[in-house]
């Protein structure tokens, strides 16, 4: 060992090649994260199941912390560390469809959200997955999916019908529901604590042109057009699904919200009923809504990991967007602590799934609230977080930097979180997969 207490171990012959090293050129580029500063010891690229297994045996044998990365878009900052192993997947990124009839595909865990819709758009297939095409899938289809046809569709974990991953002890799985279950039921929703995936089978949705809305809107009142934005989800078909984001006021510029919204179907004239109640919300500064392919929704920005970004994030569910809820959100961007302000609309498919079916219980919610700030204004989050701490039922654990081990209860319901934690005990005894939150 050396002095800060990790191994000297010579890289196995088939890594070589795959690595990138803190004196090499292009390491500026892969240290870090999209939001979240990192340093690591070694960056490692393996290109199949086979090298996953080494790259996984190389970092066990260092003895150092390990950080799994498919896309490094994740806004829990776990994608990358200091001192440690990276290993980035992003190389493990087929995309095929293996039955068309039974929109069947399989998508590598590196590939990206965006290439996968370009992928599926001849066939007239699509999988609802985030809102940003840099994403990557392994990082997703492990958390939960909170995506442009949520309401409609469900969660992108809910069209999951198989995961390939390889275990701690270097061991390759394919789970499904007929083979390692239990493994494929903590995978959904817990993923990260149980392996590192390499590709997943799903079942796609038959998608041609969507309905797009996107609206800036004055937010200097802001309570009442997030509540009204509430109501306006909840009653909702469910092919309308919003995302709404507010910014405080900047130099030159008042408070702004931002609403998009797709309606998952190409019927103008329901659109245009489903649509209109957003028109409403506040006084207009941009509006537009065009009927579009769902690859224009979800585009490859190439963005790199630049690591600097509202690293402070705290994520909770609600039941609905209440008086309280509105005006506590309200409240913090006037204070100019807190920087952003985002709710996602979910409820409609993905309430209609049984809690039991997957790690991710959550489904009698309508919203995901996430708040974030730069750390130094930390403290500010904290206060105005226990503010909204009666209106919060359960949490997204993605969109959350805490690591603390009381995020869990928020994060798992009694139940599920005994299950996890037996089934860590039989697939990772040795908390080899430790970043993502403390199962143990």
């Known amino acids: 060992m050396t002095e800060q207490g990790v191994a000297h171990v010579e890289l196995p012959p088939s890594l070589v090649g795959r690595t990138v090293l803190p004196y090499d050129a292009r390491y500026e580029r892969v240290r870090h994260g999209y939001v979240h500063r990192g340093a690591p010891a070694v960056v490692i690229f393996p290109e199949s199941p086979e090298e996953v297994a080494v790259a996984l045996t190389y970092a066990r044998a260092r003895g150092t912390v390990l950080s799994v ?13 200091d001192g ?7 190389r493990l990124d ?9 929109r069947r595909v399989r998508v590598g865990a590196g590939a990206r959200w965006g290439r996968v819709a370009r992928a599926l758009a001849p066939y007239g297939l699509a999988v609802s997955s985030g809102d940003t095409g840099d994403v990557g899938v392994g990082g997703l289809v492990t958390a939960g999916g909170m995506g442009w046809f949520a309401r409609r ?5 809910d069209h999951v019908t198989a995961v390939e991953l390889v275990l701690a002890d270097g061991t390759f799985v394919r789970a499904d ?9 903590a995978v959904r929703g817990a993923g990260g604590n149980f392996g590192i995936v390499t590709a997943v089978e799903l079942e796609a949705s038959q998608t041609g042109d969507v309905v797009f809305a996107n609206l800036v809107l004055d937010a ?8 009204q934005w509430g109501a306006v989800l909840e009653a909702a078909p469910r092919e309308l699904t919003s995302f709404l984001t507010l910014m405080p006021a900047g130099p030159g510029r008042p408070a702004i919200a931002h609403v998009a919204a797709v309606y998952a179907g190409d019927q103008p004239d329901a659109a245009q009923r489903a649509l209109t109640p957003l028109l ?5 500064l941009q509006q537009e809504a065009v009927l579009a392919p769902y690859p224009a929704l979800v585009p490859v920005g190439g963005a790199a990991h630049h690591g600097q970004g509202l690293g402070a994030t705290r994520s909770g569910l609600l039941d609905r967007v209440s008086t309280h809820t509105a005006r506590s959100v309200a409240g913090a961007l006037a204070s100019g602590e807190v920087l952003m ?20 219980a959550h489904r009698s919610q309508n919203f995901q609230l996430l708040s974030a700030t730069v750390p130094e204004l930390e403290r500010a989050l904290d206060i105005h977080w226990a503010q909204l701490a009666p209106e919060v039922n359960g949490m997204y654990l993605s969109f959350d930097s805490r690591r603390s081990p009381e995020v869990l209860a928020e994060a798992f319901p009694g139940p599920t979180l005994a299950r996890l934690r037996t089934l860590k005990a039989r697939y990772d005894p040795e908390n080899v997969f430790d970043r993502n939150f403390p199962l143990r």
Do not use: K
């Not at 440690?84 to 992003?90: I, P």
């Not at 569709?153 to 974990?157: A, C, E, K, Q, S």
């Not at 529901?177 to 494929?184: C, I, M, S, T, V």
């Open 69 to 81: 990365r498919s896309g490094g878009h994740g806004i829990s900052g776990r994608s990358t560390n």
């Open 84 to 90: 440690g192993v990276v290993v980035d997947v992003s």
């Open 94 to 102: 087929g995309v095929e469809v293996l039955d068309r009839a039974r």
């Open 153 to 157: 569709d469900g969660l992108t974990i």
């Open 177 to 185: 529901a007929d083979h390692e279950p239990d493994l494929f039921w």
């Open 220 to 227: 200097r009142d802001a309570a009442p057009l997030v509540e």
């Open 280 to 284: 409403g919300l506040g006084p207009p």
């Open 341 to 360: 302000e985002q709710f996602r609309s979910v409820g409609g498919a993905v309430n209609d799934v049984d809690p039991a079916a997957t790690a991710y």
